[in-house]
């Protein structure tokens, strides 16, 4: 099993930034994507930003497209997401999620097997 742990939500203001981190224990080398969802209360969970092993192919839901970046080290087994220009509507529980390895596309929820527990993340 792949153990997941984010860190870096809290609390800003619109147009603020944060770095939200997620570290990776477990049977992590053989993962194909890493991404990122989130989920605000009421509504459904949703894909944020996905990204493949090589860190080159990268997918961003439009509604953060130019101010959300997805990043990976794979030697440090760690996860990134840099939020800039945060907005309300950025309100949410942020998870991060991995694969088995498995070809398939990285964009679709259900090609992620583990999840981490979630970050916060409340823009007010």
């Known amino acids: ?32 994507c890493m991404g990122w969802f989130r989920q605000a209360p009421g509504k459904e969970r949703e894909g944020v930003a996905f990204v493949y092993f090589g860190g080159g192919r990268t997918y961003y839901a439009d509604s953060v497209k130019g101010r959300f970046t997805i990043s990976r080290d794979n030697a440090a087994n760690t996860l990134y997401l840099q939020m800039n220009s945060l907005k309300p509507e950025d309100t949410a529980m942020y998870y991060c999620a991995t694969d088995r390895g498995t070809i398939g596309d990285c964009a679709g929820q259900f090609q992620y097997a583990y999840w981490g527990r979630g970050t916060q993340v409340t823009v007010s």
């Open 1 to 32: 099993h792949v153990q997941l742990v984010e860190s870096g939500g809290g609390s800003v203001q619109p147009g603020g930034s944060l770095r939200l981190s997620c570290g990776a224990s477990g049977h992590t080398y053989s993962s194909n």
